[in-house]
């Protein structure tokens, strides 16, 4: 079997121009990922079908120039900007005589790097073992003999048969270990929940700008770089919002076009922080030609996770880049925000994200005078705690008069240790 390759590998791409929409790839993202994987470009070849062929996915003439130019430039790996059939690429590999990668291949390559964490290099040795399941056959010689084994296989089990069981049993040990990941997650995100503070996602198409943006808004340093899939694993910070209060400030893996669905069915945990999330900013990468295209995809992965329906606040990132570009806020007919114009990068709109980050989670405000007697001082002393009270006075008939302000989830949960405690709710002593 040929070895996977390693950063400084030399490779020829393809790619392949379909009519139908559905089938069509970018040649710019596929030299994007290879760079972002390290792999040096030495040539690219291109071509165009109506369907892919069987055999090679290309035409046989056209795999023949693919095999040349491998020769002829030296080259040591061969990526395909589509997905192969494992018998294509057994096909192709024994034409060039070298590794041929396919488009899912080479995300999981570069996931496989930039894995970080434990629950990261799971999830990731999880899809590359679902995605060589279906390859097995390639590059081996031995497969088709029977092979007795002492404690490994049982009578005239084959060397495939067994591969296929060791994988099936390190899947299932994966999944397992995925599940407890899963379940601490889960009791983060309910204590979070009961202690009712808001969570907000990063999502958008990858390079993008998220883990920038994270950088800036929470003044962290997760690695961001130009490129794609710089961030892998799920990093929270929590943040204070003036009228809001603590939020917890979530960045996710990007997303990309054609995401293979044995990833997103691996990184299932780390979604669920989308998932779960009470607000998603959409980070868009304006100067990209293709930004309507990227949206499009962002909510179909959203869709596919079930995330789709949880509110949007849309982020216009690197309007630097932009002639006319400048810093603002867009609403909608509420004065609700609804997209704001920014660079992460120069920190120009960074303010403006904060504005509109209060309008859009800030909860209903209760903002009242509330008249107690003296004989109250546990609850004015309770108001200060909670830092509601924003002016108070001594009326002439030794009352207090307290200008209060907090959520309507606090006036109510106060409202009933109130009434439990002094026998009338805090309406009650509202002037």
């Known amino acids: 079997m040929f070895d996977r390759f390693d950063s400084g590998e030399r490779a020829i791409l393809v790619h392949v121009d379909f009519p139908a929409?559905?089938?069509?790839?970018?040649?710019?993202?596929?030299?994007?990922?290879?760079?972002?994987?390290?792999?040096?470009?030495?040539?690219?070849?291109?071509?165009?079908?109506?369907?892919?062929?069987s055999k090679y996915f290309v035409g046989?003439?056209?795999?023949?120039?693919?095999?040349?130019?491998?020769?002829?430039?030296e080259a040591n790996i061969v990526i395909f900007n589509h997905g192969l059939s494992p018998t294509q690429e057994r096909n192709l590999e024994k034409l060039c005589q070298c590794r041929v990668l396919d488009r899912t291949g080479l995300i999981l390559d570069i996931f496989a790097q930039r894995a970080r964490t434990h629950e990261g290099k799971l999830q990731v040795e999880l899809a590359q073992l679902r995605h060589i399941s279906t390859r097995l056959v390639r590059g081996w010689t031995h497969l088709e003999r029977q092979k007795g084994g002492i404690g490994l296989r049982g009578p005239g089990e084959t060397q495939l048969e067994t591969d296929r069981r060791l994988i099936r049993g390190r899947i299932k040990n994966i999944l397992g270990r995925l599940e407890k990941v899963q379940k601490q997650r889960?009791?983060?995100?309910?204590?979070?929940?009961?202690?009712?503070?808001?969570?907000?996602?990063?999502?958008?198409y990858t390079n993008a700008g998220k883990s920038t943006l994270f950088n800036r808004v929470t003044e962290s340093d997760v690695y961001a770089a130009d490129q794609l899939f710089a961030t892998l694993d799920p990093t929270l910070r929590k943040l204070e919002l003036p009228d809001v209060g603590p939020i917890i400030l979530a960045d996710t893996v990007g997303f990309i076009r054609h995401l293979p669905h044995e990833l997103v069915a691996a990184f299932k945990a780390t979604l669920q922080?989308?998932?779960?999330?009470?607000?998603?900013?959409h980070v868009i990468d304006v100067a990209d030609e293709r930004q309507a295209e990227n949206i499009?995809?962002?909510?179909?992965?959203?869709?596919?996770?079930?995330?789709?329906?949880?509110?949007?606040?849309?982020?216009?990132?690197?309007?630097d880049k932009l002639a006319d570009g400048v810093a603002r806020i867009d609403t909608d007919d509420q004065g609700m925000p609804t997209?704001?114009?920014?660079?992460?990068?120069?920190?120009?709109?960074?303010?403006?994200?904060?504005?509109?980050?209060?309008k859009r989670l800030?909860?209903?405000?209760?903002?009242?005078c509330l008249r107690i007697p003296p004989s109250m001082g546990k609850l004015r002393g309770k108001l200060y705690a909670m830092k509601s009270v924003t002016s108070e006075q001594t009326r002439d008939d030794g009352k207090l008069a307290l200008h209060v302000r907090m959520s309507?989830?606090?006036?109510?949960?106060?409202?009933?240790?109130?009434?439990?405690?002094?026998?009338?709710?805090?309406?009650g002593f509202v002037e």
């Open 296 to 319: 499009a995809q962002v909510h179909e992965v959203l869709q596919e996770i079930g995330a789709d329906d949880i509110p949007q606040l849309l982020i216009c990132n690197k309007i």
């Open 362 to 368: 800030r909860p209903q405000m209760v903002d009242v």
């Open 21 to 53: 929409e559905i089938d069509r790839e970018d040649l710019s993202e596929l030299q994007l990922l290879v760079a972002s994987a390290g792999v040096e470009t030495l040539g690219v070849v291109t071509a165009a079908r109506s369907t892919p062929s």
């Open 339 to 358: 997209r704001v114009w920014l660079s992460a990068q120069s920190g120009i709109g960074i303010d403006l994200l904060q504005d509109a980050l209060v």
């Open 408 to 427: 309507a989830v606090d006036w109510q949960r106060l409202s009933k240790q109130v009434a439990e405690e002094y026998g009338d709710s805090l309406q």
């Open 273 to 281: 922080e989308t998932q779960e999330a009470d607000l998603l900013l």
């Open 186 to 204: 889960e009791q983060g995100r309910r204590a979070r929940q009961r202690a009712e503070i808001p969570t907000v996602s990063l999502v958008g």
């Open 60 to 73: 046989s003439g056209k795999a023949e120039e693919i095999a040349d130019q491998v020769k002829l430039l």
